[in-house]
């Protein structure tokens, strides 16, 4: 599997539950927070309910 790194860039602020559930599942939580995760189907999946908040780049 590919790498990527995800970049928090929106606050979750006034932002749904399962959002906020999701940014922290993803290991973010804070703007400007990056991580760098294994692209699975899961966290593909996770990416697109939160790509409004986030910025991905392949590694």
């Known amino acids: 599997m590919a790498k990527v790194q ?10 749904p539950e399962k959002q906020i559930r ?19 189907p899961q966290i593909s999946g996770m990416i697109s309910k939160v790509n409004h908040l986030i910025t991905v780049k392949e590694l």
Not at 6 to 15: A, L, V, Y
């Open 6 to 15: 995800i970049t928090q860039k929106r606050s979750t602020i006034k932002r």
């Open 22 to 40: 999701t940014i922290k599942a993803l290991g973010l939580g804070k703007i400007n927070r990056t991580v760098e995760v294994e692209l699975t």
